[in-house]
């Protein structure tokens, strides 16, 4: 499966303008190697209880801007996949179906709306400018509390929630944020030499 001219334009991420031809082995390849990217991120961890401060949120925004909602989407739900089969991919390296249903699991289902908001904002080209492309993330993280809170209070109740899961990880989200949303349009500025010479052949 070769991507044509017309998909790229429809879903100009930055992976689709750097590798505009990804057959469906690579496709593959791409998505297992960004989910254990995420892995990789996860293990990044402040050992908060009940729920852990790790750089998942970092690595699911960024590479959901990068790849789009459908590979973002789907590198989500790949990385999901693992760790409950007991790969360890989750925060300190823990695995299970414990962690998708237990206090922390709104969370990660959180990342798979997450990914396919940021990654389709991204294709609407919210991802060349740091203002929008904070913006983008920050609409993806209210998707993950939204998602993460209300499952949360099944476990420490409602009147927990926001000391709990909500108000220790605001300053490490903005960070994550703000240095995702940086690293987006400074790819797109390096890229541009690169589409300058393909258009502009010697």
Known sequence: MRMTTSTINNSPTLVNAAFPFINH??????????????????????????????GQTFAV?????????KRGTLTVMTYLAQGALGLPVFASGKSGMYHIIGPSGGYLFGFVLA???VGWLSEKGWDRKFVRSTIAMLIGNLFIYGCGLPWLANFIGWQNILRVGFYPFI???????MLAAAFLPSGWILLKPRKSSKSNPV
């Open 25 to 54: 082995k690579q496709e593959i390849v791409l998505i297992f190697l960004s989910s254990w990217l995420i892995a990789l991120a996860a293990q990044v961890s402040i050992p908060l209880k009940p729920v852990p401060l790790t």
């Open 61 to 69: 925004l960024f590479i959901a801007a990068l790849l789009g909602k």
């Open 115 to 117: 990914a396919f908001v």
């Open 171 to 177: 300053l490490g989200d903005i960070i994550k944020i």
